[in-house]
């Protein structure tokens, strides 16, 4: 439901948007198509609940405790925060393929006039910045498309992860005994049906069903062995990078650019530079998950790492324990440089929207303000 409105929802607003005066492509029906949203979300949510009410006994029964940020909290005030972080990334889900159907109709040529067109502005900053190089870069019709196309790789992931070859083999009995049932994936991992869930809730943003992976690997975790160990790091590592930096991240900046974009449009065509409420609610909506998903994996990872790395001394002479040591090592560098890459990304897309405001054509990067009046747009 989620991932089929994701493809589905551009191709509904690139094939309805009309153009405007100022060459950005309107949604005819915008209001509809946000109502539409919201009753998506809200099915959404309710799958995830009633998923969420067969793992809290277990989880309670495990762990004893509900901790928000390390510390103990009440059930329902536990259950409100992640509830809220799920709504969250929904919305970013749905305003951000919004924008991005807005988008690619307005790049396409369907707009273009005499003096305004969305892709001059863009392939003219980046003749001014230090991307220019890039293959493609220049046309913001392709970048839509493939930052877009590169979100599906989540989806991809959590199936070649989660789902086994041939379903019809694997026991979905129930079971009283302390052995783990596994079963092979797609991507040739053996894994449980708790790994399995745990993909498919982080490529569906259910995040109250990954909620207690802190509580988890304090509680549970030092019990299992090293082989599941690296798999659950190599899980958190794999998500962040995905979801945090290579969607979060980059689409971050580009919808900054987006939103600078639109206002030297409307500069240009009107004089003025009026606010684009779904534009910003989309950056808006970016913006709000961006500190606490680097707090969660990197400390996820950190424990996960130090679990392995425990496991290591004291079995010393084992052979199984020194690779997963070593294996956990060289995941951790990768997860540090992802971090390090999301801060900067980050960091760079805030400046971007303060200079947005700052500057004369609201266009920046890191050459400084970005000029303008020598192109046709502003003659």
């Given at each position: 439901l989620l991932w089929g409105?994701?493809?589905s929802l551009p191709i509904l607003v690139y094939t309805t948007a009309e153009c405007s005066d100022s060459g950005l492509a309107d949604a005819p029906y915008e209001t509809y198509t946000m109502i539409g949203i919201a009753c998506v979300i809200f099915a959404v949510m309710g799958i995830e609940v009633a998923c969420?009410?067969?793992l809290v006994a277990p989880q309670y029964n495990s762990y004893g405790q509900f901790k928000l940020m390390g510390r103990r909290c009440g059930f329902h005030t536990w259950l409100a925060v992640a509830i809220l972080?799920?709504?969250i990334g929904h919305l970013d889900i749905f305003t951000t393929t919004f924008v991005f159907g807005r988008v690619a109709r307005s790049a396409s040529g369907a707009?273009?006039?005499d003096r305004l067109n969305i892709d001059d502005i863009w392939r003219l900053s980046v003749q001014q910045s230090s991307l220019w190089w890039i293959p493609g870069f220049g046309s913001l019709e392709v970048i839509a498309l493939a930052c877009w196309a590169f979100m599906l790789l989540q989806a991809l992931w959590a199936l070649a992860h989660a789902l086994p070859p041939r379903p019809w083999a694997v026991d979905y009995g129930i079971r009283r005994s302390d052995e783990i049932y596994k079963f092979t994936t797609i991507s040739c991992q053996s894994v449980s049906f708790r790994t399995a869930m745990k993909h498919l809730a982080d490529a569906n943003r259910m995040l109250s069903v990954t909620f207690n992976d802190l509580t988890n690997i304090s509680e549970t975790m030092p019990k299992w062995k090293s082989d599941?160990?690296?798999l659950e790091l190599k899980r958190v590592v794999v998500k962040f990078c995905l979801r945090q930096v290579f969607e979060g991240a980059v689409l971050l900046n580009l919808q900054v650019s987006l939103w600078s974009i639109t206002r030297a449009l409307a500069q240009s065509a009107l004089g003025a530079s009026p606010i684009d409420k779904t534009m910003l609610a989309s950056v808006g909506f970016s913006f709000l998950p961006a500190a606490y998903p680097l707090y969660s994996e990197t400390v996820k990872a950190y424990r996960i790492w130090a679990l392995i790395a425990k496991g290591e001394?004291?079995?010393e002479g084992s052979e199984e324990a020194?690779?997963?040591a070593r294996r956990a090592s060289f995941i951790g560098i990768f997860h540090v440089i992802m971090a390090l890459s999301y801060i900067g990304l980050c960091a760079y897309a805030a400046v971007k929207?303060?200079?947005s405001f700052m500057c004369p054509t609201s266009m920046w990067n890191v050459t400084g303000c970005v000029e303008l009046s020598t192109s046709i747009l502003f003659k």
């Amino acid at each position: 439901l989620l991932w089929g409105s994701f493809i589905s929802l551009p191709i509904l607003v690139y094939t309805t948007a009309e153009c405007s005066d100022s060459g950005l492509a309107d949604a005819p029906y915008e209001t509809y198509t946000m109502i539409g949203i919201a009753c998506v979300i809200f099915a959404v949510m309710g799958i995830e609940v009633a998923c969420l009410r067969f793992l809290v006994a277990p989880q309670y029964n495990s762990y004893g405790q509900f901790k928000l940020m390390g510390r103990r909290c009440g059930f329902h005030t536990w259950l409100a925060v992640a509830i809220l972080n799920s709504v969250i990334g929904h919305l970013d889900i749905f305003t951000t393929t919004f924008v991005f159907g807005r988008v690619a109709r307005s790049a396409s040529g369907a707009c273009r006039t005499d003096r305004l067109n969305i892709d001059d502005i863009w392939r003219l900053s980046v003749q001014q910045s230090s991307l220019w190089w890039i293959p493609g870069f220049g046309s913001l019709e392709v970048i839509a498309l493939a930052c877009w196309a590169f979100m599906l790789l989540q989806a991809l992931w959590a199936l070649a992860h989660a789902l086994p070859p041939r379903p019809w083999a694997v026991d979905y009995g129930i079971r009283r005994s302390d052995e783990i049932y596994k079963f092979t994936t797609i991507s040739c991992q053996s894994v449980s049906f708790r790994t399995a869930m745990k993909h498919l809730a982080d490529a569906n943003r259910m995040l109250s069903v990954t909620f207690n992976d802190l509580t988890n690997i304090s509680e549970t975790m030092p019990k299992w062995k090293s082989d599941a160990q690296i798999l659950e790091l190599k899980r958190v590592v794999v998500k962040f990078c995905l979801r945090q930096v290579f969607e979060g991240a980059v689409l971050l900046n580009l919808q900054v650019s987006l939103w600078s974009i639109t206002r030297a449009l409307a500069q240009s065509a009107l004089g003025a530079s009026p606010i684009d409420k779904t534009m910003l609610a989309s950056v808006g909506f970016s913006f709000l998950p961006a500190a606490y998903p680097l707090y969660s994996e990197t400390v996820k990872a950190y424990r996960i790492w130090a679990l392995i790395a425990k496991g290591e001394h004291s079995d010393e002479g084992s052979e199984e324990a020194s690779w997963a040591a070593r294996r956990a090592s060289f995941i951790g560098i990768f997860h540090v440089i992802m971090a390090l890459s999301y801060i900067g990304l980050c960091a760079y897309a805030a400046v971007k929207l303060v200079k947005s405001f700052m500057c004369p054509t609201s266009m920046w990067n890191v050459t400084g303000c970005v000029e303008l009046s020598t192109s046709i747009l502003f003659k």
